[in-house]
Nanobody
């Protein structure tokens, strides 16, 4: 399994970015996906998830600003981020989840991870 994140970069506060997670080596439609953010010195935290059927769950901290989607034909998951603030500055990782889990949050529920993409929001 290979996950490749892209779309990160430098953006001004209030701006938007769309992150992509291109997946290969797996039956894409059979997996749920999650996005996590990691800030130096802090634990990697759940941001958004999408089920096999396209149902999304967005962490309350970013709800209303971030959305998640998937394109099974392109085997790609997306994280659309808007109204960005400097507090959103982090490395963003996507991850796969094959089995059902009662919560989106635990990192241990995810099997494979990408290398991450840096998002920097300037004030």
């Amino acid at each position: 399994v290979q996950l490749v994140e892209s779309g990160g970069g430098l953006v001004q506060a209030g701006g938007s970015l769309r992150l992509s997670c291109a997946a290969s080596g797996l039956a894409f439609s059979q997996y749920a996906f999650g996005w996590f953010q990691e800030v130096p010195g802090k634990e990697r935290e759940f941001v958004a998830g999408i089920s096999k059927t396209g149902t999304t769950f967005i962490a309350p901290s970013v709800r209303g600003r971030f959305t998640m989607s998937r394109d099974n034909a392109k085997t790609t998951a997306y994280l659309q981020m808007s109204s960005l603030t400097p507090e959103d500055t982090a490395v963003y990782y996507c991850a796969t989840r094959r089995k059902f889990a009662s919560s989106w949050y635990p990192r241990g529920e995810y099997e494979d991870w990408g290398q991450g993409t840096q998002v920097t929001v300037s004030s």
